[in-house]
Protein backbone atom coordinates (compact mmCIF):
# COMPACT_ATOMS: atom_id res chain seq x y z
CA UNK A 1 0.00 0.00 0.00
CA UNK A 2 1.57 3.12 -1.33
CA UNK A 3 1.38 6.56 0.96
CA UNK A 4 0.19 9.11 -0.90
CA UNK A 5 1.49 12.70 1.05
CA UNK A 6 -1.45 14.87 1.18
CA UNK A 7 -0.60 18.46 0.64
CA UNK A 8 -2.74 20.81 3.22
CA UNK A 9 -4.02 23.78 1.65
CA UNK A 10 -3.67 26.56 3.44
CA UNK A 11 -6.92 28.44 4.16
CA UNK A 12 -7.11 31.93 5.55
CA UNK A 13 -6.26 35.78 4.96
CA UNK A 14 -3.23 36.67 3.54
CA UNK A 15 -1.20 39.64 5.13
CA UNK A 16 -2.22 41.81 1.89
CA UNK A 17 -5.33 41.07 2.15
CA UNK A 18 -5.26 41.71 5.86
CA UNK A 19 -3.79 45.58 5.10
CA UNK A 20 -6.25 45.79 2.58
CA UNK A 21 -8.96 44.82 4.77
CA UNK A 22 -8.04 47.06 7.99
CA UNK A 23 -7.62 50.41 5.47
CA UNK A 24 -11.23 49.67 4.50
CA UNK A 25 -12.53 49.16 8.02
CA UNK A 26 -10.44 52.71 8.80
CA UNK A 27 -11.65 54.38 5.97
CA UNK A 28 -15.76 53.62 7.00
CA UNK A 29 -14.52 54.49 10.63
CA UNK A 30 -13.33 57.26 9.45
CA UNK A 31 -16.09 58.59 7.32
CA UNK A 32 -18.39 57.78 10.16
CA UNK A 33 -16.92 59.31 12.82
CA UNK A 34 -17.60 62.46 10.55
CA UNK A 35 -20.78 61.60 9.94
CA UNK A 36 -22.37 61.47 13.28
CA UNK A 37 -22.28 64.97 14.14
CA UNK A 38 -23.98 65.71 10.78
CA UNK A 39 -26.82 63.48 11.46
CA UNK A 40 -27.01 64.94 15.32
CA UNK A 41 -26.88 68.30 14.15
CA UNK A 42 -29.94 66.91 11.66
CA UNK A 43 -31.92 65.89 14.41
CA UNK A 44 -31.49 69.14 16.40
CA UNK A 45 -32.90 71.28 13.71
CA UNK A 46 -35.59 69.01 13.47
CA UNK A 47 -36.37 68.86 16.55
CA UNK A 48 -36.08 73.07 16.86
CA UNK A 49 -38.03 73.13 13.57
CA UNK A 50 -41.33 71.41 15.29
CA UNK A 51 -40.78 72.98 18.31
CA UNK A 52 -40.87 76.54 16.62
CA UNK A 53 -43.98 75.35 14.76
CA UNK A 54 -46.04 74.56 17.61
CA UNK A 55 -45.15 77.64 19.68
CA UNK A 56 -45.29 80.19 17.22
CA UNK A 57 -48.48 81.35 15.18
CA UNK A 58 -47.34 83.44 12.92
CA UNK A 59 -44.03 83.62 10.40
CA UNK A 60 -41.96 85.77 13.01
CA UNK A 61 -42.65 83.92 15.49
CA UNK A 62 -41.89 80.94 14.60
CA UNK A 63 -38.93 82.04 13.04
CA UNK A 64 -37.66 83.73 16.37
CA UNK A 65 -38.23 81.11 18.20
CA UNK A 66 -36.12 78.47 15.96
CA UNK A 67 -33.09 80.65 16.43
CA UNK A 68 -33.52 80.90 19.99
CA UNK A 69 -33.27 77.22 19.68
CA UNK A 70 -30.54 77.22 17.46
CA UNK A 71 -28.74 79.51 19.64
CA UNK A 72 -29.00 76.77 22.84
CA UNK A 73 -28.51 73.80 20.70
CA UNK A 74 -25.28 76.07 18.85
CA UNK A 75 -26.16 75.16 15.27
CA UNK A 76 -25.42 77.42 12.14
CA UNK A 77 -26.56 75.33 9.21
CA UNK A 78 -30.28 76.61 9.34
CA UNK A 79 -31.32 79.91 10.83
CA UNK A 80 -34.78 80.88 11.09
CA UNK A 81 -34.51 82.93 7.42
CA UNK A 82 -34.05 79.71 5.83
CA UNK A 83 -37.00 78.17 7.30
CA UNK A 84 -39.93 77.54 4.95
CA UNK A 85 -43.16 78.17 7.21
CA UNK A 86 -46.10 77.16 6.27
CA UNK A 87 -50.09 76.57 7.56
CA UNK A 88 -51.69 72.94 6.56
CA UNK A 89 -55.48 72.45 8.03
CA UNK A 90 -54.60 75.61 10.50
CA UNK A 91 -51.57 74.18 12.01
CA UNK A 92 -48.15 75.62 11.09
CA UNK A 93 -45.66 73.24 9.83
CA UNK A 94 -41.88 74.48 9.51
CA UNK A 95 -39.82 73.12 6.92
CA UNK A 96 -36.06 73.58 6.04
CA UNK A 97 -33.80 72.38 2.86
CA UNK A 98 -29.79 72.24 3.22
CA UNK A 99 -26.57 70.27 2.61
CA UNK A 100 -23.01 69.74 4.00
CA UNK A 101 -19.93 68.47 2.93
CA UNK A 102 -17.41 66.55 4.44
CA UNK A 103 -14.29 66.80 3.05
CA UNK A 104 -12.26 63.18 1.97
CA UNK A 105 -9.33 63.31 0.51
CA UNK A 106 -7.95 65.96 -2.01
CA UNK A 107 -10.72 66.99 -4.16
CA UNK A 108 -13.51 64.34 -3.05
CA UNK A 109 -16.66 65.65 -0.74
CA UNK A 110 -19.11 63.56 0.94
CA UNK A 111 -22.22 65.90 0.21
CA UNK A 112 -25.29 65.04 2.56
CA UNK A 113 -28.53 66.85 1.17
CA UNK A 114 -31.39 67.22 4.12
CA UNK A 115 -34.85 67.99 3.92
CA UNK A 116 -37.88 68.53 5.58
Known amino acids: MKKFASRSRQHGLSFIGLVFLVAIFVAVAAIGAQSVPVFLEYQAITKAANKAAAEGNTVAEVKASFDRSAAID ?25 SREIPLVGPAYLVYRFKK
Open 74 to 98: DFKSVTGNDLIVTKVNDKVVAGFEY
